[in-house]
């Protein structure tokens, strides 16, 4: 028997088109019913989005401009609808939940946010590990609840958000520790970072590159030692989908680096990641080639927030429609060329 997957080939096959004439959303189509096991795909009708927030204790390094309370102030920008996350949130249809995983704001009961400080920020990567095993897993954990919770109330399509002052710094670690690149071949500018900033940046990743036990065999050790409270978070995030075979798509290098996270865990985390994008950051190209994701836009983004992922729903959702609502050649009355030869 075949199988969802190939079943969807098939049908695609058979609609009033050349055969692979729709290129990559045909991928899309076949991908989500290998995911879910169902042929035709369903259209994915609940969408969520997942932005999760932490500070990071490089930033005393003067790897950016921006100061960590910017993290806390923009949670508050999302909780009131104003952030970019929102507003194309708002345009595909999807929910946006906010969780604080690590912010060193203090942020109290705010309406709309969901509450999971594991602790204050992370410790400052360029000198120590930025987390302890049990902060790891209890981020992990948080990310796992947040996509249990968001399938249960019958959401079908999960997407990777973050927010967090410093948080390419540990992305661009994590990517080369992951790869097996250099500091210099991951590290990129963020959020548009001068010279002074950019080489202090890239000296903090060779540094903590450079400190690593090579030889630890532990899948979590470089989320440990490299990483951020959100990445762990978003890693467990992705886990959680994979268990529930709910479709995740994937943002740009913050998220990518969570994906190389849950990939060290549980390389079947592939099965069911969408890249959303290409980021600009030049980490991102090397996490997707690892992970042998194609990426559905490249719009040369580089925002975070699950912007990429977020306008990436939308044609995963087109993709679907395709299979459901497009005609057979039999149905519309068209010769197929195939059938006339």
Request: charged share 20%; aromatic share 2%; hydrophobic share 45%.
């Amino acid at each position: 028997m075949s199988s969802p997957g190939d079943q969807t080939a098939n049908l695609l096959n058979n609609l009033t088109k050349p055969p692979g004439s729709l290129g990559f959303l045909e991928d899309i189509a076949i991908r989500l019913s290998e995911i879910t096991g169902v042929s035709p795909p369903r259209v994915p009708e609940s969408c969520a989005v997942a932005v999760f927030a932490g500070d990071h204790g490089v930033v005393e390094e003067g790897v950016t401009p921006w100061p960590s309370e910017v993290t806390s102030q923009m949670v508050l920008n999302f909780l009131s609808g104003g952030a970019a996350i929102n507003v194309l949130a708002r345009h595909v249809g999807a929910s946006v939940t906010v969780i604080d995983v690590g912010v060193a704001g203090d942020l109290k009961d705010l309406p709309g946010l969901v509450r999971a400080n594991v602790r204050a920020g992370t410790r400052n990567l360029a000198n120590e590990d930025p987390m302890t095993d049990d902060e790891v897993e209890a981020a992990l954990n948080v990310g796992r609840v947040t996509a249990r919770d968001l399938a249960k109330t019958g959401c079908d399509l999960l997407a990777t958000g973050d927010m967090g002052i410093g948080n390419t710094t540990p992305s661009a670690a994590l990517i080369g520790a992951y790869c097996k690149k250099t500091a210099r071949e991951v590290t990129g500018r963020g959020t548009g970072i001068d010279n002074t900033h950019f080489e202090r940046k890239l000296a903090v990743v060779d540094k903590a590159l450079a400190r690593l036990d090579r030889s630890e065999q532990s899948p979590t050790y470089l989320l440990r030692s490299l990483g951020g409270l959100e990445i762990a978070a978003i890693a467990g995030f992705i886990l959680e989908a994979t268990q529930a075979r709910v479709p995740v798509v994937v943002d740009g290098v913050i998220s990518l680096a969570g994906a190389l996270a849950a990939n060290a865990i549980n390389p079947q985390v592939r099965e069911v990641i969408f890249a959303g994008h290409r980021s600009t950051e030049p980490a991102a190209q090397i996490a997707l080639d690892h992970l042998g994701l194609r990426p559905i836009l490249s719009l040369d983004m580089r925002l975070g927030e699950g912007t990429g992922a977020c306008l990436a729903m939308g044609v995963i959702q087109a993709a679907a429609k395709i299979t459901l609502e497009m005609a057979t050649f039999d149905s519309a009355g068209v010769t197929n060329k195939d059938a006339s030869q």
